[in-house]
């Protein structure tokens, strides 16, 4: 079965304090890993996509990266605006269309 | 660009009850999607269509509708309401199913009595 799981669930950070987020996945054929992030009461907003293992993608303080049973998203000195969930999604190609595998999101919050 | 938009933001049904979330979006996008967000659980996917006039369903079809009559819409129905249809409702829209990302709304949340 298509599994995608992020840990922890929850991370507090003090400001500038780096840290790893986790999504692993189980799918039948990767079709692409996206990252989103979430602020309370809004929709998700699309941060990255990641196709291949040993593939890097980085915006700002923020870097993902992709092997082939995980990815991480890799925070720099993070600042308190960076606190929001942060979603893993896994494309896989499934009863006949291309379908999103989401995980439960990993909750950041940043403390000045 | 207002992007996606959804109606209405918030709503209290009782059980049985009908009603209908429209999602709208200006970006000449031809697939959308309709997802549910439950707390401890990632985002599953109602319906979806990968045009005008096209409807499939996806993980958790079950007791919902949808119709896709405009491109630029996407509508999502609720016949008979039950409790376990309390949720956060998004919609979100993207230029293909293969490449590209895809674009969410902010969201209805629902609650149902």
């Known amino acids: 079965e298509d599994q995608v799981t992020q840990s922890p669930e929850a991370l507090r950070l003090q400001e500038g304090e780096s840290s790893s987020l986790n999504c692993s996945y189980t799918v039948s054929g990767l079709r692409g890993l996206f990252w989103y992030r979430q602020d309370p009461g809004k929709g998700p907003e699309f941060l990255f996509t990641l196709y291949s293992a040993g593939e890097e993608k980085e915006k700002e303080r923020l870097k993902a990266t992709l092997t082939k049973k995980e990815s991480f998203l890799h925070i720099t000195a993070p600042k308190p605006e960076d606190s929001a969930t942060y979603l893993c999604a896994v494309r896989t190609f499934s009863g006949g269309y291309n379908k999103l595998i989401f995980g439960a999101g990993t909750r950041l919050a940043v403390h000045p | 660009n207002a992007g996606v938009t959804q109606t209405p933001k918030f709503r209290v049904l009782k059980t049985g009850q009908s009603m209908t979330l429209l999602c709208a979006q200006d970006m000449n996008h031809e697939y959308m999607y309709w997802y549910r967000q439950d707390p401890g659980m990632g985002l599953r996917l109602i319906h979806y269509s990968v045009g005008e006039g096209t409807t499939a369903k996806g993980e958790v079809p079950d007791g919902y509708n949808v119709s896709r009559l405009k491109k630029q819409n996407f509508l999502l129905g609720l016949e008979s309401a039950a409790p376990s249809q309390t949720s956060v409702y998004f919609c979100?829209?993207?230029?293909?199913?293969?490449?590209?990302?895809?674009?969410f709304g902010p969201g209805t949340r629902l609650t149902v009595l």
């Open positions: 979100a829209s993207s230029s293909d199913d293969w490449l590209n990302e895809q674009f």
